[in-house]
């Protein structure tokens, strides 16, 4: 059975310190996508990024970097630098490819981030 | 492009009383999902719609949750008989068939029974 789990529940640091949010998944496809989005207080979620199970590129796009590392099940979100308006709620989601449930999203509990100024 | 719209953003009822979402996708996307959040957890898949078929419900949509989207544009969800456990964020999201793994969510409809 398919599983995300984000083991933070909330994490809260002070402005420009870099942060790292945890996700580990499971599956029994070869074939996944790993996403990550934000959601902030206004509500709506927002995509940030998706990954593909045969691509272990970590991908860097400005100050948010992300580690997929297939041989721990884990898809880590980095932010370095962080500002108040990265305060939000970031959820890590699995979809797998094969089977019924290729249009459903697999969510995490979500990890709550705090940015102090 | 607007994104997806939701109305109404918030809906406060009382136990027994019928509630209508709307649901706004984007323009070109013929994929529409409606998601339901509770506080402090990950969206739940309740159903999608490819075009104005609706493919697949999950079993958390109850006898008393109906979702249609007759033209295959808006969507509405509908809670008959709504319960104080209903409470929820429901969101929608919207996709291309093609990239249905990229699904945009609108902003949600918080919905509060008493």
């Known amino acids: 059975a398919q599983k995300v789990t984000q083991a933070q529940t909330e994490i809260s640091v002070v402005e420009k310190e870099d942060v790292t949010l945890d996700c580990v998944y499971e599956?029994?496809?070869?074939?996944?996508?790993l996403f990550w989005y934000k959601q902030p207080p206004s509500g709506e979620l927002v995509f940030l990024i998706r990954?593909?199970?045969?691509d272990e590129q970590n991908e860097i796009s400005g100050r948010y970097s992300w580690n997929f590392q297939k041989s721990t099940s884990s898809f880590n979100f980095t932010i370095t630098a962080s500002q108040v308006v990265d305060s939000a709620v970031y959820f890590c989601?699995?979809?797998?490819?094969?089977?019924?449930?290729?249009?459903?999203?697999?969510w995490g509990a979500g990890t709550k981030l705090i940015i102090k100024p | 492009d607007t994104g997806v719209s939701q109305n109404p953003r918030h809906k406060i009822t009382k136990r027994g009383q019928n509630v209508t979402f709307r649901c706004d996708p984007i323009?070109?996307?013929?994929?529409l999902y409606w998601y339901r959040q509770t506080l402090g957890q990950g969206p739940e898949f309740l159903t999608y719609?490819?075009?104005?078929?609706?493919?697949?419900k999950s079993r958390l949509l109850s006898d008393r949750f109906s979702a249609e989207r007759p033209k295959g544009s808006f969507s509405t969800l509908e809670i008959q008989r709504t319960e104080q456990g209903d409470s929820a964020m429901y969101l929608c999201?919207?996709?291309?068939?093609?990239?249905?793994?990229?699904?945009?969510f609108g902003p949600g409809t918080r919905l509060t029974v008493t």
């Open positions: 323009s070109e996307h013929n994929r």
């Open positions: 999201a919207s996709s291309l068939v093609e990239d249905h793994y990229e699904q945009y």
């Open positions: 989601a699995l979809s797998e490819a094969s089977g019924d449930s290729n249009y459903q999203l697999i």
């Open positions: 990954r593909n199970s045969f």
């Open positions: 719609f490819q075009n104005e078929a609706q493919l697949e």
């Open positions: 599956t029994r496809d070869t074939t996944y996508y």
